[in-house]
């Protein structure tokens, strides 16, 4: 067996077998960052999405799961036609500059092994499509090498902090695995199976609540996999930020994208590492961050935050409705904007309340979502959540979310089943070492490489920018019963607030799958659902066999 270790982790060690069934599909078979190529895109969809509920290695996930859909392991011959377009993409890019060219060539690449602060780095980007392993579905208590699943970053190299930084991360994973039985044994004990679900129901069921009690233990360290899906356009863009971070771990995965990246599609990213191009753009970059730090530096020295709750509205359109009855309207009239607005300004409230409902329509489920009337008008929310709930709402890419670092400052969230279970005294051990860790690193690396140490308990401040189109998706799937209670929260008082007051009544009432409900198991529902249907697969397979015998 051959593989090779990095500082991004063990490596996954193949045999020589399978790495000949590997290596046409794989970029590479020995570093965490590879692409995928010679697949049909329903088989890297699919592997992508499960991907993300799985604690495999995508290779690995690969290997066991998918090789039998891919014709007899051999490769096409993917190297048709490449050299003709790369020439073509070159003179549009060099003679013409029509950068929107290179949306019409795409990849598929993973990260392995990305801590968590990466991950929020790479989905920053909205033009793109990614999948991310989940705290709700895989624990993190394996130690792959010996070594729990965190990166020590390269800041740290060198330093005395270093012992430190291993040892209180070493207790933060130690006392998640500690804790995840106990936790799962009370939750049994609180909600035992009375309904008569299945025993791989309510296994899941339970697992999950205590894997979403746990997970403010670990910290933005930890590893993750990230699958990503975009064109050359946004592969780009991504590698230019990710080249200007002040992280060495973003610098360090922009450059490893590149190589595998360039081995797919090359001509659209002949710009990245051109002096005069891409290393100026990324100049640009840092050179606005530095600046920008330097001047709230100086301008905010010494400001404390003023009290505010979990989520503030913090702008809106007094006459957001009046916009969005007078956009509903304009595609079905003949009349110019001015003159439908002047016509919603004059209705009275029930008129225009009778418009928005005959335009959010008869909507069956959350999927069902009006049109772009309801992009009229908007929102802009401040939150202070933990860093947990974050990482969730920061995928939502449609709208703006600009967020501070992640620090010890804002204090940490505390669940409520904590003493239930009897881990309130650790967990509370474990925030504050890891508070005095991220003190000490600010002081001996940087504020940035300090993120690292904070576990995900800890609050971060974010605002959420969006129109009321975005708002209904956002809300209504965050606010879904087998949601995380705390992403849950700050969705349901998004929710109110546009109702109470921003005083939008009839766009709040459009969001009808808005759930204000309090849930105890919140992935039962969810669970059962995926029971049904796999139940009715086999039905149906079964009667397929049937017929065909």
Same mark, same amino acid.
């Given at each position: 067996?051959?593989?090779v270790?990095?500082a ?7 045999t ?5 069934a ?12 590879f692409?995928?190529r010679?697949?049909p ?12 509920? $799985? ?11 998918? #090789?039998?859909?891919v ?7 993917a190297?048709?036609g490449?050299?003709r @377009?790369?020439? #073509?993409y070159?003179r ?17 690449i993973?990260?392995e ?8 780095v790479i ?6 499509a990614?999948?991310?392993q989940?705290?709700?579905y895989?624990?993190y208590?394996?130690?792959p090498?010996?070594r729990?699943?965190y990166?020590v970053?390269?800041e740290?190299?060198?330093?005395? #902090?270093?012992g ?8 933060a994973?130690e ?5 995840l039985?106990p936790?799962q044994?009370h939750f ?6 009375t ?6 129901v309510?296994?899941? =069921?339970?697992r999950?609540?205590?894997l979403d ?9 930890t ?8 064109s ?5 863009a991504l ?5 200007a971070?002040?992280l060495a771990?973003?610098?360090a995965?922009?450059d490893r994208? #590149?190589?595998?990246?360039r081995k797919l ?10 002096e005069d191009?891409?290393?100026?753009w990324?100049r ?5 961050r530095?600046?920008t730090?330097?001047a709230?530096e100086?301008?905010l020295r010494?400001? @404390?935050? @003023?009290?505010?709750?979990e ?6 359109d007094?006459?957001?409705e =009046?916009?969005? =009855? ?6 079905? $009239? ?9 016509t919603a300004?004059?209705?009275s ?5 009778a418009v928005?409902?005959?335009?959010a329509g008869?909507r069956?489920n959350?999927?069902h ?8 008008t ?10 947990g709930a ?9 709208l703006?979310?600009?967020?501070q670092?992640l ?9 409520a089943?904590l ?8 967990w ?9 860790l991220?003190?000490a ?10 993120q690292y140490? =904070?576990p995900?308990a ?9 129109n @009321?189109r ?6 209504e799937?965050?606010t879904a ?13 998004m929710h ?12 709040a ?5 808005a759930?204000?409900s309090?849930?105890e198991l919140?992935?039962?529902g ?5 029971a049904?249907?796999r139940?009715?697969?086999?039905r149906?397979?079964?009667?397929s ?5």
């Open positions: 067996m051959t593989g270790s990095d991004h982790g063990a490596a996954e060690r193949f020589a077998d399978e790495r000949r590997l290596s046409p599909y794989f970029t590479n078979l020995d570093d965490g960052v692409a995928l010679n697949l895109e329903v088989v890297k969809g699919a592997l992508f999405a499960r991907y993300s509920r $799985s604690a495999k290695p995508l290779r690995r996930l690969f290997l066991d799961e998918f #090789l039998d859909a014709a007899g392991g051999r490769a096409p011959d190297a048709v490449v050299e @377009a790369d020439r #073509l070159e549009v890019f060099g003679d013409y500059g029509d950068d929107s060219v290179a949306q019409l060539g795409a990849a598929h993973a990260c092994g990305a801590s968590n602060l990466l991950t929020k989905e920053r980007g909205r033009l793109a990614y999948i991310e989940s705290t709700r895989v624990p208590t394996d130690r090498g010996g729990w699943k990166l970053p390269r740290l190299d060198g330093l005395p #902090l270093r430190r930084y291993v040892s209180t991360l070493d207790d994973f006392t998640y695995r500690r804790w039985e936790a044994a049994r004990r609180r909600y035992p199976n309904a008569g679900d299945s025993e791989g309510y296994r899941a =069921v339970i999950a609540k205590a009690t746990l997970r403010g233990l670990l910290p933005a360290a590893r993750s996999n990230v699958g990503i899906f975009a050359g356009q946004a592969f780009e590698l230019l930020r990710m080249r971070h002040p771990e973003a610098r995965c922009a994208m #590149l190589v595998e990246l599609i090359p001509a659209f990213l002949t710009r990245v590492d051109r191009r891409g290393v100026r990324s640009y970059l840092a050179d606005t530095r600046g730090g330097a709230a100086r301008l010494g400001t @404390a935050p @003023a009290p505010q709750p989520v503030a509205l913090t702008d809106f007094p006459d957001g =009046v916009k969005v =009855v007078a956009a509903a309207l304009y595609e079905s $009239s003949r009349l110019p904007e001015s003159q439908l607005l002047e300004r004059g209705m409230d029930g008129d225009r309340a928005i409902r005959a335009y008869d069956a959350r999927r979502r009006p049109g772009r009337a309801f992009e009229r908007g929102y802009c929310f401040d939150v202070l959540s933990d860093y974050f990482r969730d709402l920061q995928r939502h890419r449609l703006t979310v600009e967020w670092e620090t010890a400052d804002h204090g940490y969230a505390e669940p089943a003493e239930g279970i009897g881990a309130g005294e650790d509370r051990r474990v925030m504050e070492r890891t508070g005095e991220h003190a690193m600010v002081r001996g690396t940087s504020p940035a490489a300090a140490a =904070v995900m800890y609050r971060i401040r974010y605002r959420m920018q969006m @009321a975005e708002a209904m998706h956002v809300i799937l965050r019963p087998q949601g995380h209670a705390a992403y849950r929260r700050v969705c349901q008082a109110r607030l546009i109702a109470d007051e921003a005083g939008h009544r009839a766009i009432e459009a969001m009808r799958f759930d204000h309090t849930v919140e992935r039962l969810g669970e059962r659902a995926g049904r249907r139940s009715e697969r086999r149906g397979d079964q009667s066999d049937l017929a065909a015998q």
